[in-house]
């Protein structure tokens, strides 16, 4: 499986568009890019998938340079209700998803 | 539907102890997973399912037994408790053939 490299945290404030980058260099030509969103005590929740260009729905926005050796999560217009630790995983469904890791993730903390 | 469901929520377990956390879920998936997650860190695969009576090993199996007797249920069973074993750990399922793994609420364990 691709090994992913994104940042340990980031800070911003209410109204601020966050992004966050993931490092995929060796990401297979089959693989899908797929963000998960953690709050404190819960389990993760899936937020986005991609596998090349654009892709947009309610929560936040995921772009994938041509190459795709990585990969940008946005997040428009953040709210304290933001704050949670962001992650980023490669592979292809149904044959990586018992290997699939969860790495630190990123944690983004929104202030006032 | 109740989506995924765990129980129990807490429990503080002696040195030596067995156990076996509950996971459930409504949604049909053939897909289950357990992980665990220790303070700070990501989440750690510990054994996954794709079907009733398969079963296999994830990143950190050591010390778990897991069993798929229905769709429905994926019990992780803790055989002579250490406390190195004291972590949250979450269950969760997916259909398999998309990106989007549902987890349930987590279980968190302390090993005394």
């Known amino acids: 499986l691709a090994k992913t490299t994104q940042p340990i945290s980031m800070d911003s404030y209410e109204g601020q568009e966050v992004n966050i980058t993931c490092s995929h260099n060796?990401?297979?030509?089959?693989?899908?890019i797929t963000w998960y969103q953690q709050f404190p005590s819960q389990g993760p929740r899936f937020i986005i998938q991609g596998y090349k260009t654009k892709v947009t729905n309610e929560v936040a926005s995921l772009f994938i340079p041509a190459d795709r050796k990585s990969s940008t999560l946005s997040l428009p217009r953040v709210s304290l209700s933001d704050t949670a630790v962001y992650y980023c995983l490669v592979g292809v469904p149904p044959d990586s998803w018992g290997k699939l890791q969860f790495g630190a993730g990123t944690q983004v903390v929104v202030t006032p | 539907n109740a989506g995924v469901t765990q129980t129990p929520k807490f429990r503080i377990l002696k040195i030596g102890q067995s156990m076996t956390l509950q996971c459930t879920q409504d949604?049909?998936?053939?897909?289950m997973y357990w992980y665990r997650q220790d303070p700070g860190m990501g989440l750690k695969l510990i054994y996954y399912s794709v079907g009733a009576g398969i079963t296999d090993k994830g990143e950190v199996p050591n010390g778990y037994n897991v069993s798929r007797s229905t769709t429905e249920d994926f019990p992780l069973r803790l055989e002579l408790a250490a406390p190195s074993q004291t972590s949250v750990y979450f269950c969760?399922?997916?259909?398999?053939?998309?990106?989007?793994?549902?987890f349930g609420p987590g279980t968190r364990l302390t090993v005394t």
């Open positions: 949604m049909n998936h053939n897909y």
């Open positions: 969760a399922s997916s259909s398999g053939d998309r990106y989007e793994q549902y």
């Open positions: 060796n990401i297979a030509t089959n693989d899908y």
